[in-house]
Every structure is written in structure tokens, then in C-alpha cells.
């Protein structure tokens, strides 16, 4: 009897044993899951121009216009929780201030990082002059840009999302509000 309970044990041991060296050998040192990233696709934007009293441009239908004055203006995006804070300021022989305080607002976002891209928009025969920033990392704000004609127009934009700013989850709308930027400056038409 007692041969017979040493035999089981001994079977246990060996299953227990085999089990183990399976596993242990399995491929190496162990390694958590990556987090899934929620894999977010957008429709492709339909543009139209709208008129403001000193400018136009073309702008997705995904944004809904928010008019809060004849020089402030919102293009919200209800779906990404985003929104496009655009001001009209006219110049009065104060383009230079201008022009600093919105290179000043872009590089107060350096703290938080990691590279400011900036890209130049010129349209000569519209006179529209722009610089489009974009603030890669966990920043406020992902993209800033200013427009002008030099003359007598500024237009400020900024793009905020209603979320802690994590880049790597807002990436794809950022990166899809990058080209609403983009086609709103290739569009844009001063009065």
C-alpha cells in the first residue's frame, strides 16, 4: 500500500516537474501586454466656405461654428472633443505685438513638449502670410497658428482637446484636425 501512495507521489512529482520546465522554457523572460490603444477612424471631411464680417474659409462639416463676437470664434468638434479658438484682431500699427504674443503663447508650451514643428503658409496673390505650429507631447494645446496680410488683418487660432492632454491617445485627431488647419489657412480670404 504504502509502495503504491510512493508511486502516485512519485507520477505528481514528475507531471509537476514537466509542467514547470514547459512554462520556464517557453520563449525567454516574460513580458507584460502593451495597454490597447482604441483605434479611432474619422470620416473624410466635406468642406464648405463660410463668411465672417473680415474673412472666410473653408471649414469641415464635422465642426459646428460656436460665434461668440464678430472677432472671436469657435469651431467645435463635438465628436473628438475638440475645439478650434480662432480670434480676429485688426492691425493699427501694432502687427509686431501681434506677432509676438502669438510666438510668445506657442512657446509657452515647451515646458510640456517635446518638439514645436512650425510651418510657413504663403499666398501671395490672396496675401494671406501664416506660420502653423505644432506642439508634439502632452501639452495644452497641440497646434497654434496666426495669419495676416500684413496690412490690416490677424487671425490667432488655437486647437484644445476636452481631455487631459495624453498625445499618444489624441494622436489620429490630431492629426486629423491638423489637415482642418491646414485646408482652413489654403482657404482663407480676407474682406
Excluded at 482604441?38 to 464648405?48: D, F, N, S, T, V
Excluded at 472666410?56 to 465628436?79: C, G, M, Q, T
Excluded at 501639452?139 to 497658428?145: C, L, T
Amino acid at each position: 500500500m504504502q509502495n503504491k501512495s510512493t508511486y502516485n507521489l512519485f507520477r505528481i512529482l514528475i507531471i509537476v516537474t514537466g509542467f514547470s520546465w514547459l512554462t520556464a522554457c517557453s520563449g525567454g523572460e516574460t513580458m507584460p501586454k502593451p495597454k490597447a490603444q482604441l483605434r479611432l477612424e474619422y470620416p473624410q471631411a466635406i468642406y464648405k466656405n463660410i463668411d465672417f464680417e473680415h474673412f472666410s474659409f473653408d471649414k469641415s462639416h464635422l465642426a459646428k461654428v460656436e460665434r461668440i463676437s464678430d472677432k472671436k470664434i469657435n469651431l467645435v468638434y463635438p465628436a473628438m472633443k475638440a475645439k478650434i479658438y480662432l480670434t480676429y484682431n485688426p492691425i493699427n500699427h501694432n502687427l509686431e505685438g501681434l506677432l509676438r504674443d502669438a510666438e510668445k503663447f506657442t512657446y509657452e508650451h515647451t515646458v510640456k513638449a517635446d518638439e514645436i514643428i512650425t510651418r510657413d503658409y504663403i499666398n501671395q496673390k490672396d496675401s494671406v502670410y501664416a506660420t502653423i505650429n505644432q506642439v508634439t507631447g502632452n501639452a495644452a494645446s497641440q497646434i497654434q497658428f496666426h495669419a495676416t496680410d500684413s496690412v490690416k488683418h490677424f487671425l490667432d487660432g488655437s486647437l484644445y482637446f476636452y481631455a487631459q492632454p495624453n498625445y499618444d491617445s489624441i494622436m489620429p485627431a490630431v492629426k486629423y484636425l491638423e489637415k482642418d488647419i491646414k485646408r482652413l489657412v489654403e482657404t482663407l480670404r480676407w474682406k
